[in-house]
């Protein structure tokens, strides 16, 4: 479960539509909204976006790499990665910051993922 949520303040409908979508059809809607002017500027979906590429990295990294390498017992693995995809998806869409353990702590020190304003994660 996540534990570190912060309701987001400046997400709207769209934000939120946006967000959600971002993780369910990862890579290709977070390169979307990273490309295009008027969503990147959103925080709310810049946050989710940049996330959840990461995650979409993940989940492909583990099919694909592990996968070949152990015969398809990594593919296995990796299709379970969709269970908190389809969560994250939900919490986004209700509007929240959340941290996906280990992995934003990771992309925020390494300057790739912005903390959400006025504070981190609650």
């Not at 912060?6 to 409908?13: F, H, K, L, R, V």
């Not at 979409?56 to 694909?64: D, E, S």
């Not at 593919?75 to 269970?83: A, D, Q, T, V």
């Amino acid at each position: 479960m996540l534990t570190n949520r912060m309701p987001a303040t400046d997400a709207n409908d769209n934000d939120r539509l946006m967000a959600a979508l971002a993780y369910l059809f990862t890579p290709i809607v977070p390169l979307i909204i990273l490309l295009v002017e008027s969503m990147k500027s959103r925080p709310y979906q810049k946050f989710h976006a940049m996330q959840s590429l990461g995650f979409g990295i993940i989940i492909y990294v583990v099919i694909f790499v592990i996968g070949a390498i152990t015969c398809g017992v990594g593919s296995c693995l990796g299709l379970l990665l969709i269970i908190p995809a389809l969560y994250y998806t939900y919490v986004a869409y209700q509007g929240a910051y959340f941290e996906i353990p280990w992995l934003s702590k990771f992309m925020m020190q390494q300057g790739w993922l912005q903390p959400p304003s006025g504070g981190g994660m609650a």
